[in-house]
């Protein structure tokens, strides 16, 4: 199982869409895909199909991460009705927002590790999408992450916004969890001959370099309509929609690619901070071994 999580934080540029766009590459491809909705918004369990009243959803799972809650707080998604295939929700809720904390304990932000672990064998794809901010559901998604992919719209204050991302994640890696990497950033909402998205796109390159993404997003209204009608964009038809849904393949090769790379296991060897702190639960990658953390401990990852 590998775990991704979709964030920015800057709300509306398109986080939800995105996680759902791969969700549906990796739907169609045949992968056994979950989504976790930690948005209070619950967005993506919308545009799952996922409506109406749920007993255990992502804030039940927080609250306490045993085997048989995290199985009743995920759903199918109604996206099988038009094509089979595995792809399941982890309900999100409005509740979620009591573990929006902006300082979340050691506790709160290993919650979901907890819980993804319990499931790891029935997923291939673990997508998470995140609220738009960097209080402690999203660290908690980026805690038990393998890779964040950031977006961003070519507007100013969105730019802003991503470079802070960029170097948030790397405070929670250095301080936290090695194991995390930057998937890199990928620009949505693209308007073509739009001389002021241009100018962004650029400033984008000249400031992420490498990590600025190839796949580049138009804005389309077909998306909408397929977010709408909450059905998967490869099963939407027209053109357009086929177009779009490469992009998302696209990014769901890059990811993929980048979580086949191994990890630089000296690095984490002498990562001090991480043999204290880390309880890392997925794959037990590197000895198996589960170390205590100190509970009560608060952490900061804004500034170093
Ligand atoms: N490329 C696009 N083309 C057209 N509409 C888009 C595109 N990307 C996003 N949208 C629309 O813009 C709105 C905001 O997108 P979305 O919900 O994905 O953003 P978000 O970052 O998840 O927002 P929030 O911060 O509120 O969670 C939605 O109505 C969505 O359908
Ligand atoms: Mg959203």
């Known amino acids: 199982m590998h775990v991704l999580s979709v964030s920015s934080l800057k709300g509306g540029v398109g986080k939800t869409t995105v996680a759902l766009g791969i969700a549906s590459a990796a739907f169609s491809r045949g992968l056994r895909t979950l989504v976790v909705d930690l948005d209070p918004q619950c967005d993506a369990s919308t545009g799952l199909g996922a409506f109406g009243e749920f007993r255990e959803t992502c804030a039940e799972v927080l609250e306490n991460p045993k085997h048989n809650v995290v199985l009743r707080a995920i759903v199918s998604s109604s996206w099988t009705k038009a094509r089979p295939g595995n792809i399941d929700v982890m309900i999100g809720s409005p509740r979620t927002i009591s573990f929006d904390k902006p300082n979340p304990t050691m506790r709160d932000v290993w919650k979901l590790e907890e819980a993804l672990s319990r499931v790891e064998r029935d997923y291939d ?180």
């Open 125 to 304: 794809l673990v997508i998470i999408d995140t609220p738009p901010s960097l209080n402690g559901l999203t660290r908690t998604a980026w805690v038990s992450s393998d890779r964040v992919l950031i977006v961003t719209e070519p507007g100013l204050f969105s730019v802003v916004a991503a470079d802070r991302a960029m170097r948030a994640i790397e405070s929670l890696k250095n301080g936290l969890t090695p194991r995390l990497q930057t998937l890199g950033v990928v620009i949505n909402r693209i308007r073509a001959n739009s001389k002021e998205h241009e100018f962004r796109i650029k400033e984008l390159t000249d400031l992420f370099g490498p990590e600025l993404l190839n796949v580049q997003i138009e804005e389309k209204s077909t998306i909408q309509q397929a977010q709408g009608a909450a059905r998967a964009i490869h099963t939407w038809p027209g053109e357009t929609a086929a177009n779009l849904a490469k992009l998302f393949d696209d990014l769901l090769d890059g990811a993929l690619a980048s979580f086949a790379k191994p990890l630089d296991r000296r690095a984490i060897k002498n990562h001090k901070r991480f043999a204290r702190l880390s309880r890392i639960m997925r794959g037990q990658k590197w000895n198996g071994e589960l170390l205590e953390i100190e509970l009560d401990q608060k952490f900061s990852s804004e500034s170093d």
